[in-house]
C-alpha cells in the first residue's frame, strides 16, 4: 500500500500544477502561480479526509509521510532558486524588497519577543529546586 501513497502524492502534484497554471494564466502571469503550495494543501487536505474516515492504512500513511517528507525540502527549494533567479534578472527593487521584508520580521521578531512576558529559564528552575532541597527540576521527576 506504499504505493497509494506515492499515487496519492503525484496526484495532488499534479493537480497543484495544474491550478497554479491556471491561477498564473487568470492572472496574466506566464508562470505556475502558487502549485507547489497548493499541492501541498491538497496533500495535507486529502490525508486529514482518509484519516478521518478510516481510510488511512499503515502503508498508505507510510508512502504519504516518506515521499511527503522528501517532497517539500526540494521542491521548495526548487521554486526557491526559480524565484530567486527571475528576482534578480528582474531589477534592484524586487531584492530590495526581498531585503527589507527580512529585516521587518527580524523587527517584528524583536517587538513580540520585547512585549511577551519573560519566562523563567531552566538555569532559575534549577537554582529554585536545590534552595528548596529538591534536586529534580519540576518536570524531570521520576514515575
Known amino acids: 500500500m506504499t504505493i497509494s501513497g506515492v499515487a496519492?502524492?503525484?496526484?495532488?502534484?499534479?493537480?497543484?500544477t495544474f491550478l497554479g497554471d491556471l491561477l498564473?494564466?487568470?492572472?496574466?502571469?506566464?508562470a505556475n502561480v502558487g502549485g507547489?503550495?497548493?499541492?501541498?494543501?491538497?496533500?495535507?487536505?486529502?490525508?486529514?479526509?482518509?484519516?478521518?474516515?478510516?481510510?488511512?492504512?499503515?502503508g498508505l500513511k507510510f508512502g504519504v509521510e516518506f515521499w511527503g517528507a522528501l517532497y517539500i525540502p526540494i521542491v521548495?527549494?526548487?521554486?526557491?532558486?526559480?524565484?530567486?533567479?527571475v528576482a534578480a534578472r528582474s531589477g534592484p527593487l524586487v531584492l530590495i524588497a526581498g531585503i527589507a521584508a527580512?529585516?521587518?520580521?527580524?523587527?517584528?521578531v524583536a517587538v513580540i519577543s520585547r512585549l511577551g512576558?519573560?519566562?523563567?529559564?531552566m538555569d532559575e528552575i534549577e537554582a529554585q529546586a536545590q534552595a528548596q532541597g529538591d534536586a529534580t527540576p519540576?518536570?524531570?521527576r521520576a514515575v
Open 8 to 16: 496519492l502524492l503525484a496526484i495532488c502534484t499534479l493537480l497543484g
Open 24 to 30: 498564473g494564466s487568470l492572472l496574466g502571469v506566464k
Open 36 to 58: 507547489v503550495g497548493i499541492a501541498m494543501l491538497l496533500l495535507i487536505a486529502a490525508r486529514l479526509w482518509m484519516a478521518r474516515r478510516g481510510l488511512m492504512t499503515p
Open 76 to 85: 521548495v527549494a526548487m521554486a526557491a532558486q526559480q524565484n530567486v533567479l
Open 102 to 108: 527580512v529585516v521587518l520580521c527580524f523587527a517584528t
Open 117 to 121: 512576558k519573560k519566562g523563567e529559564t
Open 138 to 140: 519540576p518536570g524531570k
